[in-house]
């Protein structure tokens, strides 16, 4: 099954998607570690009155603005606190396709499961069926036994035909996940067996669980957010040179007529309540993110609680019905010595047959819904 996990996780669309916001995060923090646009202008004399004094024949100027000392550092510290946040969600949908793909794998496993029981149980009827007709050759047995046996025969049939079907939908949704053409075989474990001991779980790996680091994640994203407003509401530095080409004129008695002229000019946020508003709102968001991880937290000890509870019951049911099913085979050895001294009950036999083929029903469903519990385990803790 880990290969097909694999392969989900290499293929699946969706693993894709969130790859390639992580990618787009992570450029991000180049896109924030530059300056603004350099602004240029250039102006040129068009119509000029006729006089004697000095005028100009066109200027350029070149103007950049710099942001406060430690602004761009904040910027790209805060794009790679989402862009880890971003990570983590990658790490939650692994997580969640390698639960998907487990519990539709065992959901096979139980349709093939009973198909294969169901096919023994029909050979087993068609050996009583044999029975019925030599015993009617006897006089001990009537043709309703045999009749009433191939109906059992028929019923059963149906339940193969039933489950072919339900397995060919299940394995189309897997190999959706695995991003394949989905009538493609699934090849699945022919026995699975409940172990007699489970791991000790540790609760406290929920601690690192995906979910959790997310919140933690976005918390760092927020105070880095907050150290950025704080650069943000810093002035605005601005720096330029600016070039006039003047005419020649009489009055001007340097050999430079023409003007260089450097520049500075400041940007101060004077009105600054949108940074107060968004540092209160920074404050309270991370109030929220701490709620909204703790209330996570309990929510994944309670879902861990129940898988695992659930988990148990069906190791339980397990238990109980291999019972059943051995003392439903002590009956059915009864039936066939009965069988031997000359007298047999069909009616018994398609009654024992009908419980054992229950019992093997109810294992194959306990074996199928501890796999699903412990791949939801396993979610959790692995």
Do not use: C
């Amino acid at each position: 099954m880990q290969s097909y996990i694999d392969v989900a996780i290499s293929n699946n669309p969706e693993i894709q998607k969130f790859d390639f916001q992580y990618k787009i995060a992570l450029e991000k923090i180049e896109e924030v570690n530059s300056l603004p646009n350099t602004e240029f202008s250039a102006g040129v004399m068009a119509l000029a009155p006729k006089m004697e004094m000095p005028m100009e024949r066109f200027k350029i100027s070149a103007m950049q603005m710099l942001p406060w000392f430690g602004t761009l550092s904040s910027r790209k510290d805060y794009a790679a606190s989402m862009a880890e946040s971003e990570y983590a969600e990658v790490n939650i949908a692994k997580r969640k396709l390698a639960r998907s793909i487990s519990q539709l794998y065992y959901l096979l496993y139980e349709i093939r499961a009973k198909q294969e029981v169901l096919l023994k149980n029909i050979k087993l009827l068609e050996t009583y069926e044999q029975l019925a007709l030599t015993s009617i050759e006897v006089g001990q047995a009537s043709a309703v036994d045999v009749l009433r046996l191939q109906i059992r025969q028929n019923e059963l049939q149906q339940k193969i035909d039933v489950l072919k079907e339900e397995n060919k939908g299940i394995q189309a949704a897997m190999n959706s996940l695995l991003n394949r053409p989905f009538d493609e075989e699934i090849t699945i474990f022919s026995t699975l067996i409940i172990p007699e001991n489970d791991v000790t779980l540790n609760y406290e790996r929920l601690s690192i669980h995906p979910e959790l680091i997310q919140y933690e994640k976005i918390y760092n994203s927020v105070e880095q957010l907050e150290l950025l407003n704080q650069k943000e509401r810093k002035p605005v530095i601005g720096i330029g040179l600016e070039y006039i080409n003047m005419k020649d004129s009489p009055m001007i008695t340097s050999s430079y007529k023409d003007m260089l002229m450097p520049m500075f000019s400041l940007s101060v946020p004077i009105f600054n309540k949108k940074f107060s508003s968004q540092t209160k709102q920074n404050k309270l968001k991370l109030k929220e993110i701490e709620a909204q991880k703790k209330e996570r937290l309990n929510s994944l000890q309670a879902d861990l609680s129940k898988a695992i509870a659930l988990r148990n019951q069906a190791k339980i049911k397990f238990d109980t019905q291999a019972k059943n099913l051995k003392q439903a085979k002590d009956a059915e050895e009864i039936l066939i010595k009965n069988y031997e001294t000359g007298s047999i009950n069909f009616n018994d036999v398609l009654d024992i047959q009908e419980l054992q083929l229950k019992f093997q029903m109810n294992q194959i469903e306990s074996v199928q819904t501890y796999y699903v519990q412990q791949s939801i385990v396993n979610y959790f803790i692995q």
